[in-house]
T-cell receptor, first 114, second 118 residues
């Protein structure tokens, strides 16, 4: 079974500071994709960053970067220089080729304080 | 065009009504998805269409009936719903549900249809 766990239901960060959101997953697969999606109050899910499991190099997208630890099955998201617009629900997701499905974590609500 | 468009944005219906949710994308994506999302919960997969054929049905009750008329359109027909079916219904698409290319497995979501069943 594939499971994705986000252990932090809610987090807060001061504007311009750095915050790290945690995600762990469980799979017996060796090849898969991992994602972070953001869902602001406007409710549209937006892709933040994507990581292929076969790539050792951690993905980065501007202020967003991941720490991918394949052996530990950990995939955390670091947001640098946090902005008010970063306030949203963040979902970690896992894509399994064999089942052709995305599995989502329970989400972490990020608050950004001015 | 890099969007997935969903209509209507809001829908209120009675338990005896028949209504439909619509989803459209013009990105050439060959996989389309319906998700159901309750407040403060992650999206739950309902259906997947791959190359216009239903490939996954997550044991969804028959009061929800998906339809994929062509590669750009996805409908969700609703009939005899229950109040507990009230939720945000998200449509998504991906380039290729089974592919391995750089964009193959990235889900692009629509803004959702907020459904309230009275």
């Amino acid at each position: 079974a594939q499971t994705v766990t986000q252990s932090q239901p809610e987090m807060s960060v001061q504007e311009a500071e750095t915050v790290t959101l945690s995600c762990t997953y469980d799979t017996s697969e060796s090849d898969y994709y991992l994602f972070w999606y953001k869902q602001p109050p406007s409710r549209q899910m937006i892709l933040v960053i994507r990581q292929e499991a076969y790539k050792q190099q951690n993905a980065t997208e501007n202020r967003f970067s991941v720490n991918f630890q394949k052996a530990a099955k950990s995939f955390s998201l670091k947001i640098s220089d946090s902005q008010l617009g970063d306030a949203a629900m963040y979902f970690c997701a896992f894509f399994n080729y064999n089942f052709n499905k995305f599995y989502f974590g329970s989400g972490t609500k990020l608050n950004v304080k001015p | 065009d890099t969007e997935v468009t969903q209509t209507p944005k809001h829908l209120v219906m009675g338990m005896t009504n028949k209504k439909s949710l619509k989803c459209e994308q013009h990105m050439g994506h060959r996989a389309m998805y319906w998700y159901k999302q309750k407040a403060k919960k992650p999206p739950e997969l309902m259906f997947v269409y791959s190359y216009e054929k239903l490939s996954i049905n997550e044991s969804v009750p028959s009061r929800f009936s998906p339809e994929c008329p062509n590669s750009s359109l996805l409908n969700l027909h609703l009939h005899a719903l229950q109040p507990e079916d009230s939720a945000l219904y998200l449509c998504a698409s991906s380039q290729d549900a089974l592919g391995t290319g750089s964009g193959a497995n990235v889900l692009t979501f629509g803004a959702g249809s907020r459904l309230t069943v009275l």
